[in-house]
């Protein structure tokens, strides 16, 4: 059975349609198909499940806090973010399914062990976004992003992992927010599913989705005006005003979790931005673990995604961990930007 509308609540007969089925019904319908890809998102999920389970109890055990270490970005590490890489590392790596892994959490490729077989894909992640908001109890996510190796065999290589935006065969974010919701495309149409968490089951919830062509809020840390160009206060200051699209100023919106700011933008449209500036002309944001996979979420859903000066699809990353601006959202919101800041 089709699912019959979009999200909203579910239709009786499409409360059996959980996550494990639309890929199980995805992977009947592509020729040639291993259930690789299946396997591999079923590890993710599990995952994903592992992680909202500690995130939603993080008060009560011992994992809130810093684990006493800065990463490969200079940034403290919190225990969640420590386990959260963990987690997604043991759950892939045993599968077969990948060939290689990389995750913002570490400075170089995470290799396969050897007595695991290496499989076709290549599976990146940052897995836990928004680590400040740990602590406090706000929206925080992971985000995976998942090629096709580009070596032959054997293990994976870092050149596997170096591939443009434009190569995902997937990517997807878990949000741990009021509800865990899970949304991944495969580059055509964007799905999201809800987490029931005492059935443990993802059920598809967001069928579909796509972008408005415009919104009206812009999500921005607008603490940092005096470092950035003119050409992006420009755009703010019009986005403020009675002459923005609309006649009336956009309204704001920032929680300082790129997986939060993005989901709403996604369902509702408007604009999500962290532009270079000058302390940091590419901005905060990883091209691997985070810019390119909501990029391919944001194109699949209608909307568009760019550094200011190229579509973030497009850009070749020289290093694991290349940052890049990003300017992501509804089709139109994102060209005004990009007409004000190039
Ligand atoms: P993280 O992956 O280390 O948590 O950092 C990325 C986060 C994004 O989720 C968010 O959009 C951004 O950092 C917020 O940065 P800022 O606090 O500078 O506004
Ligand atoms: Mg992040």
């Not at 399914?97 to 992640?125: Q, R, T, W």
Request: charged residues 20%; contains cysteine; negative net charge.
């Amino acid at each position: 059975m089709e699912p019959t509308h979009s999200w909203g609540p579910p239709h009786p007969e499409q409360l059996g349609w959980t996550l494990d089925r639309h890929i199980l019904e995805r992977q009947r319908s592509t020729p040639d198909a291993t259930g690789d890809f299946t396997g591999l998102f079923q590890s993710i999920a599990l995952a994903g499940r592992m992680i909202a389970s500690r995130v939603h109890k993080a008060g009560l055990s011992d994992v809130l806090g810093r684990a006493g270490e800065t990463n490969v970005q200079g940034e403290e590490v919190q225990k969640l973010d420590v386990l959260a890489n963990q987690v997604l590392v043991r759950c892939v790596e045993a599968g077969g399914h990948v060939c290689v892994m990389a995750s913002e959490e570490n400075e170089d490729i995470i290799p396969i062990p050897a007595h695991f077989p290496h499989g076709k894909y290549v599976l990146m992640f940052d897995p836990l976004d928004g680590s400040s908001n740990i602590d406090v109890c706000m929206s925080i996510g992971t985000i995976f992003s998942i090629h096709r190796r580009t070596s032959k065999s054997g293990p994976g290589t870092r050149e596997d992992c170096l591939q443009k935006g434009t190569s995902q065969v997937a990517a997807g974010y878990i949000l741990y927010g009021s509800s865990t919701v899970l949304v991944y495309t495969t580059g055509d149409g964007v799905h999201g599913f809800t987490l029931d968490p005492l059935v443990g089951e993802f059920f598809l919830s967001h069928e579909n989705i796509r972008i408005p062509k415009r919104g009206s809020t812009y999500s921005v840390n607008e603490g940092n005006t005096s470092k950035w160009s003119p050409g992006m206060r420009e755009w703010v200051q019009w986005l403020k005003s009675d002459e923005a699209p609309g006649g009336k100023p956009y309204g704001l919106r920032y929680i300082g979790t790129l997986v939060a700011d993005f989901h709403r933008t996604l369902l509702k449209g408007g604009v999500f931005a962290y532009p270079g500036d000058v302390k940091n002309p590419n901005g905060k944001l990883r091209l691997l673990y985070e810019c390119a996979p909501m990029a391919f979420i944001a194109e699949a859903a209608g909307g568009a995604a760019s550094t200011g000066t190229q579509r973030v699809l497009d850009v070749e990353p020289e290093t694991l961990h290349d940052r890049v601006p990003l300017f992501i959202g509804s089709a139109d919101d994102v060209a005004d930007a990009v007409r004000h800041v190039s």
